[in-house]
């Protein structure tokens, strides 16, 4: 019964943490479909170039996106014909790169950290997206999720469904951005978030309590732990800077530290299930490969940088913390959106289908 009260607990406060930025990147994704043309998308992010994966990369830097908000995003631009590379390098930088979590790195950890974590994100991104293109440009993907509806018998759809047609671009409508968003877009990924939040509940139900004793113990084996610990785990890319300070202060290295702040944004059960399903299982691999062994590479090139130039990054910490009521109000609205998704297969009665529905 009391490990019960625990996950609930712990479902819970992530429900809490990831649903404000979950709703607020599905209201992103809406309007951003609303004012990018698919074509636009298609013309600079659907080949399988090392071009497309730069460009993505670099688009999702200034986004205010965590990386749980990044999930409508990502999905929106494969859904417009980006290609899976190019999907995967906006995934990866977005949650890392964003204005916000570089400005509070800033003031955390001073320039050199925060220069280092940003070009080595971009590097990570990039590298994870030219590797897909290459490796897993044709695999299919589970139906579940799809680029665009596919014309059936009895459907009312046309040969030109899903186009933008030039003659069918029409002012911006803020009813269309949120049924994009909120009914499109959380349609295809409710399944994988149930799934995510619930296994992210259980693994920090069953997270060590003592984290940094065991990361500072295990001194060359830190950059092992705090991966393990930090690639299922849900954790924002600014709330992730005063646990990593809390690690270094801790007798953590800065480098241990960085493998925690590059992983832990970058994945989580939740991201990882979306994955799966939006672009198959190679690319999970890919994705998860490219930010374990990017992150531990870095880290221990961030180690090797501060002693080479002989500053103690202890020297170079700040702190703050947050709170709210809004994430109670998401968390409502979120799982009830989600419970909605997941029970309507039930009660779907076969009828003729049309564009996006």
């Given amino acids: 019964m009391e490990y019960i009260t625990h996950f ?5 406060q992530l429900s809490y943490a ?27 992010l659907g080949t399988n170039s090392i071009g497309s994966v730069i460009k993505s990369t670099l688009f999702g830097i200034p986004l205010p996106v965590c990386s749980c908000g990044v999930i409508p995003l990502a999905t929106s631009i494969k859904k417009s014909g980006a290609s899976k590379g190019a999907t995967l390098s906006f995934l990866i930088s977005t949650p890392i790169t964003g204005v916000d979590s570089i400005l509070a790195t800033y003031g955390i950890f001073g320039w050199i950290f925060t220069l280092y974590r940003a070009i080595t994100s971009m590097v990570i991104a990039m590298v994870a997206g030219i590797l897909t293109n290459i490796l897993d440009s044709d695999e299919v993907v589970s139906s579940t999720f799809r680029t665009q509806p596919k014309a059936e018998e009895g459907s009312c759809c ?7 047609d030039a003659s069918k671009i029409s002012a911006f409508s803020l009813i269309r951005a949120l049924r994009y968003g909120f009914v499109t877009l959380l349609e295809d990924i409710a399944k994988a978030l149930f799934w995510g939040l619930i296994l992210g509940a259980l693994i920090t139900v069953l997270m060590p309590k003592d984290l940094s004793a065991i990361l500072t113990e295990y001194a060359w084996l830190s950059y092992l732990i705090a991966i393990v610990i930090a690639v299922p785990m849900y954790v924002c890319a600014t709330a992730s800077l005063p646990i ?10 800065a480098g241990a530290a960085f493998v925690f702040l590059s992983a832990g944004p970058a994945t989580n059960t939740v991201t990882m299930g979306v994955v799966k399903t939006m672009l ?47 994430a109670i109000a998401s968390s409502i609205v979120l799982w009830g959106f989600i419970g909605y998704f997941l029970i309507k297969p039930l009660f779907k009665q076969k009828k003729p289908t049309c564009c996006g529905e």
């Fill in 8 to 12: 609930m607990v712990a479902l819970t």
């Fill in 18 to 44: 990831m649903a404000p930025y979950i709703l607020f990147g599905l209201l992103f994704a809406g309007i951003l479909h609303e004012l990018v043309p698919d074509t636009l998308v298609t013309k600079h």
């Fill in 158 to 164: 046309t040969t030109t469904c899903g186009a933008t």
């Fill in 244 to 253: 990593a300070a809390g690690l270094m202060l801790s007798g953590v290295s």
């Fill in 280 to 326: 198959g299982g190679r690319s999970l691999v890919i994705y998860l490969g490219s930010i374990i062994l990017g992150s531990i590479l870095f880290g221990l090139g961030l180690d090797y940088l501060f002693s080479s130039i002989a500053i103690d990054p202890l020297s170079l910490l700040h702190f703050h913390e947050e709170g709210g009521a809004l």
